[in-house]
């Protein structure tokens, strides 16, 4: 009877045992890995193409109250942008990066001028569209302290936007006809520190980050015959996200971001109509990782703000690992 | 010896005993929807079955169906309008051949119109914007689904009959129009005229249903079809209103009777599984209203008949066999007097067994 008693109390202990000893992964499983449990960079020597496009319209936005408010005016405005990506891991723990943006744009607005004294009635039409290379970043990842079982991992990011898209309207042929520019014409510097943890099949993290415009010049109205010097404000960005698997293919991420932006400097100052604007989003991602192409969708939805927008963004992400 | 093989074989029975009720417990009823694909599983939900379904649609309208069905570009006019509808769900399986469903949907709409600049010749000119708004949720919805109880698994046919009760607002709410300050910069004043719309009927409404599939191997071929009637006239409020001395609108309400147009409604759905998580399907749909009319401006006025006919291209992913995500993308084919919408569609379902032993 001691036998059979030693026998099954060493069964947990096996089993114990058993399941502590790490899965030893081949290359071709490590590129298939989901978000959740892939490395926070790219793998050295690896390396991922990616195309993204986001969709956003202007409707509504929050006033200088913070009350979610439709824009009353007939101006539809929406912007498409898409994106290349392309992550090269140069280490383990250092991913180089570069992003080459396409953007396309159009702005519509109509009014009806009506003065019945003067016999006059007229209806005015602005059709503004645009396409083009948009501002390309460039940057690195790394990962300051790699994730063990009792730590989590803290990542510096670092990017820099090249004024590389048209910054001015052009073929300007009166207000209302012209074409929009697909870069913003200023260069820019993100920063971005990560902490991230892994307790599977769930994974938190947790971001602070900060966007400096240096500033530039360009032609603020499609009318004016000389460029203008300004300077966008610094944006703020402080988010956690609480992501878990909800299969072995596909993970629900949920993040939480919250966006400061201070106002822009037109000539040196800031206009009398410029605010700082800040707004909290939820951002839920679903990824579907079939083996090494991953698909990301996501909606940006504006819980609450202040001089911002107050529209979903929309947008669709796919990845592949070479 | 014998004596210690016998405790032996009784403990390791006893410890397998164990593993193998955790095991039946973990199965339960749940078994059923493990075998279950999109396209085999049947129009309802089992017996004891309960599944939640949550939707979300985005439409951009930018394009409408006039009269005569000819295409009017909103875009161009800056008139375009984002729709976002929200719909809660569930149905129940009372028995494996009935089941009971509820439903509601919340919608928001923002349409604007095309902004108007008066010169009176009297300052200052008039700068005047019209919005109306759509907000808030339909009427709740209660039905009863049942499915014929045929032998074969190739052919399901589900018979509904449902009510919905005016549970919410209707006609329109007061407007919330305004008049603002002087602009300097064009010497106007801005004019806001916001109107408010509510989704309600405002009476009951019975929609009989039914829908047909049929399974050819990895194929299946879905027509479905319901009416709604609406049971009796309405009444609702309608709204005039002026400026007083302080530029301020006063409003004044009196009430109208109308009745909201029947809907017929049809749709040939075909899908193919291509993996047992993965369904595609394309959807057919059309959509119709009339017999609607209103006195609100005093004589009876018939509603227009609207039409809208519609293509959705979408996937059926099963997530678990418990949770569904169903996602599509919709294209206008033609219509009248409706918004030409492009739809982006998602879907969850979640299904459980909430009372199995």
Redesign the interface.
């Known amino acids: 009877m001691k036998k059979v008693l030693i026998i099954v109390l060493l069964i947990p202990v096996w089993l114990n045992s058993k399941a502590q000893t790490d899965e030893q992964l081949l290359p071709a499983q490590l590129k298939q890995q989901t978000v959740i449990t892939e490395p926070v960079t790219v793998r050295k020597g690896y390396t991922r193409l990616g195309f993204a496009a986001y969709y956003s319209v202007i409707d509504r936005w929050f006033d200088e109250d913070g009350k979610r408010e439709y824009f009353p005016e007939n101006t539809w405005a929406s912007l498409w942008n898409f994106l290349l990506l392309a992550q090269y891991g140069i280490t383990d723990r250092l991913q180089l990066g570069i992003d080459i943006p396409f953007r396309s744009s159009s702005l519509y607005q109509s009014i009806i001028l009506d003065a019945p004294g003067a016999d006059y009635y007229e209806e005015l039409f602005w059709k503004v569209k645009g396409s083009g290379l948009g501002d390309i970043s460039i940057g690195a990842k790394y990962q300051i302290i790699t994730e063990t079982p009792s730590r989590p991992s803290l990542v510096f990011t670092t990017y820099v936007t090249l004024p590389t898209g048209q910054k001015n309207p052009t073929d300007i042929e009166d207000e209302r006809n012209y074409k929009l520019p697909a870069g913003s014409g200023e260069t820019t510097l993100d920063v971005d520190l990560l902490l991230r943890k892994i307790n599977f099949p769930y994974s938190y993290t947790f971001n602070i980050g900060y966007l400096h415009s240096f500033g530039g010049s360009r032609l603020l109205d499609p009318m004016d015959t000389e460029e203008t010097e300004y300077q966008s404000g610094g944006n703020l960005d402080i988010g956690a996200s609480y992501n878990f698997n909800l299969n072995e293919w596909i993970v629900l991420q949920n993040e939480l971001m919250y966006f400061r932006s201070a106002p822009d400097k037109i000539a040196g100052a800031i206009p009398e109509d410029e605010f700082s604007s800040w707004s909290v989003q939820y951002l839920p991602k679903i990824n579907f990782q079939l083996k090494r192409l991953r698909i990301v969708q996501a909606v940006g939805i504006l819980l609450v703000g202040r001089n911002t927008g107050a529209d979903p963004t929309y947008f669709i992400v796919a990845q592949y690992m070479l | 010896m014998r004596q210690?093989f016998n405790?032996?074989w009784i403990?390791c029975f006893l410890?397998l005993l164990g593993v193998n009720q955790e095991v039946i417990a973990q199965l339960g009823q749940d078994t059923i929807l493990y075998k279950e694909t999109t396209l085999s599983r049947p129009l309802n939900v089992h017996k004891g079955q309960l599944r939640i379904i949550g939707g979300y649609s985005?439409k951009?309208n930018?394009r409408y169906y006039d009269d005569s069905g000819n295409t009017e570009e909103?875009?161009?006019?800056?008139?375009?309008?984002?729709e976002h509808n929200f719909l809660f769900g569930l149905n129940y399986g009372i028995i494996e051949y009935l089941q009971f469903t509820a439903g509601i949907i919340w919608n928001r709409h923002?349409q604007?119109?095309?902004?108007?600049?008066?010169?009176?010749?009297v300052d200052p000119s008039l700068d005047v914007?019209t919005?109306d708004?759509y907000n808030g949720s339909e009427d709740l919805y209660l039905g009863l689904d049942f499915r014929l109880p045929l032998k074969t698994r190739k052919l399901d046919w589900l018979f509904s009959v449902g009510l919905t009760l005016p549970t919410a607002e209707n006609g329109d709410s007061q407007p919330e129009h305004s008049y603002g300050d002087i602009d300097e910069y064009s010497n106007s004043t801005k004019v806001?005229y916001?109107y408010v719309h509510n989704y309600g009927y405002g009476t009951n409404t019975v929609i009989p249903a039914m829908s047909l599939k049929y399974r050819i191997s990895k194929f299946g071929i879905t027509g479905y079809l319901s009416y709604r009637h609406p049971l009796g006239e309405s009444a609702a409020d309608a709204w005039s209103y002026q400026l007083d001395d302080n530029n301020e609108f006063i409003y004044e309400n009196a009430e109208y009777s109308y009745q909201k147009s029947w809907t017929f409604n049809y749709s040939i759905i075909a899908e193919y599984q291509a993996l047992s998580m993965l369904n595609g399907f394309i959807n057919y749909h059309s959509g119709k209203s009339y017999g609607g009319w209103t006195t609100e401006t005093g004589k009876k006025i018939a509603d227009p008949e609207v039409v809208l006919n519609e293509l959705l291209l979408g996937i059926e992913?099963v997530?678990?066999p418990k949770?569904w995500?169903r996602q599509s993308i919709g294209f206008p084919l033609g219509g009248t007097n409706s918004f030409a919408p492009f739809s982006?569609n998602t879907g969850l379902s979640y299904n459980f067994f909430p009372f199995s032993k």
């Open positions: 210690s405790k032996y403990v410890i985005m951009t930018t909103l875009s161009e006019l800056g008139i375009s309008s984002i923002g604007r119109g095309q902004n108007l600049f008066l010169v009176s010749g914007s919005f708004e806001v916001h992913l997530v678990t949770f995500i982006l």
